[in-house]
């Protein structure tokens, strides 16, 4: 079953929930613009929102139903696009607020795509392999008249993987009678993925680490680092940061930190990927909360874990000079301010870890063509893009004398609103 509900505004949001946060950044980009105030109003609500019943049988031969939602945002430059999300605190409002982003960040990067979000109210911990492929097929299933190559285009997010993304585009296939490997992205390679997709969030978000670094006269090799996470996003800024020259004095997993002033040996620590929670079992002169991470004496901070890990509680601990968001929205609205305040530059998750959708889109394109891209090809690529996309916003910042998040929503929303404009309003 499928419905539309609304996404309210008292039931569903909180001072600092993902969707009141997205909607505060787009008014306040709104006040940087001449963009017609009607086109914003339509930005703050999503096109749809499905909500959708999946039942799954346990391995005990007992029946639970789980729901699944899919925001849909915007489609003005092109299909809905974003990713799922299997955790048990996925509801329809934290869909729609990443969906907002997701239309945001492919503005950004210039990118013939609109926002999507969506996901399973459901810890994939408690699950088995074969319950979680059920999971998935029957979640294709009911998502299956609103996603496509053409309509919207998932991939993997928070508690979903390369797998995931495989069953989900299997299942749907099945029941379109063809192989159809652009319905989602994020896939294996040998059935349509693309080389560096899993690595791209991470490289993005160190390519923009060094570019800040370069743009506030600093030495790349003269920086120190410290990383909130060290997951696919985190693991892969950190090491990339470390290979060129930057000092990475801590990194952390769920259970704390590792840290060392003279730098730590990005490649000798494992990733939650290669051995979950295992930052801590690496040797080092000492340890740290994740909280504490947060609050280093470093040049350079990369939350890269969670949304909501920098509040007004502890903004003015924040001692880096530069903030890069490698997670989707770790920064308050109102953390966001004292930041500001206090001077300390935050380059925003949708451009610093953009290059996810960025590869996705590069994936999409392989897939349409069925011509497989080099890795070398693809970074090339990523590259280019994110170059591209710093550029623009940066030109803002220096012409507007703008925060960088507003100078990338300023980049994100003019676009949109030409589009809009050009398209105009039916009927």
């Known amino acids: 079953m499928s419905t539309t509900p609304t996404v309210d505004d008292e039931a569903d949001e909180s001072p600092e929930s993902t ?23 339509r930005l703050k609500h999503p096109t749809r929102v499905q909500q959708v019943s999946v039942p799954l049988e346990r391995e005990d031969g007992t029946v639970e139903v789980f729901t699944g939602y899919r925001a849909q945002h915007d489609d003005v430059r092109g299909p809905y696009k974003g990713g799922l999300r299997y955790h048990p605190e996925v509801t329809a409002a934290e869909c729609t607020g990443l969906s907002m982003w997701m239309t945001w960040k492919c503005a950004v ?13 459901v810890d994939p911990k408690s699950l088995t392999d074969d ?33 995931t993304m495989a069953w989900f585009m299997d299942a749907y296939s099945m029941q379109q009678g063809e192989t159809i490997p652009g319905v989602v992205t994020g896939k294996p390679p040998v059935i349509g993925g693309s080389y560096g997709r899993e690595a791209a969030p991470g490289r993005s978000t160190a390519i923009a680490a060094r570019e800040a670094i370069d743009y506030y ?19 892969n800024a950190a090491r990339l940061l470390d290979d060129w020259g930057a000092t990475v004095v801590a990194v952390s997993d769920v259970n704390g930190a590792i840290y060392d002033p003279d730098g730590l040996d990005t490649r000798a620590v494992p990733t939650h990927e290669e051995e979950p929670e295992a930052v801590l079992t690496h040797e080092a002169p000492s340890t740290l909360s994740n909280e504490a991470v947060l609050e280093l004496d470093v040049d350079v901070l990369i939350p890269a874990a969670v949304g909501n890990v920098i509040t007004a509680n502890n903004a003015d601990a924040v001692d880096a000079d530069i903030v890069v968001e490698g997670a989707n929205g770790p920064t308050t ?39 497989t891209w080099s890795l070398e090809r693809v970074n090339e690529e990523l590259e280019e893009q994110m170059l591209s996309a710093w550029n623009d916003v940066r030109a803002e910042v220096d012409e507007r004398d703008l925060p960088w998040r507003d100078a990338a929503y300023v980049v994100a929303l003019s676009r949109i609103a030409e589009a809009k404009g050009a398209r105009g309003l039916w009927p």
Do not use: C, H
Not at 109 to 121: E, Q, R, S, T, V
Not at 131 to 155: I, M, Q, S, Y
Not at 217 to 235: C, H, I, K, N
């Open 217 to 235: 006269g600093r030495d790349l090799a003269e920086t120190t680092v410290a990383v909130q996470g060290f997951g696919s996003v985190g693991a």
């Open 109 to 121: 990067m210039d990118l013939p795509f609109g926002g999507g979000k969506g996901g399973i109210a």
């Open 131 to 163: 319950e979680r492929e059920r999971l998935t097929r029957r979640f294709a299933e009911e998502l299956r008249d609103v996603v496509g190559p053409t309509k919207d285009v998932p991939a993997p997010d928070m508690g979903t993987d390369a797998q």
């Open 19 to 41: 969707l009141a946060t997205a909607r505060k950044q787009l008014e306040r980009a709104a006040t940087n613009t001449d963009v017609d105030p009607a086109i914003v109003e």
């Open 333 to 371: 609205f109102a953390a966001d301010e004292i930041l500001a305040e206090n001077g300390v530059a935050v380059i925003p998750d949708i451009l610093a870890n953009a290059g996810g959708v960025t590869v996705s889109y590069f994936e999409w394109l392989q897939d349409i063509n069925r011509r």
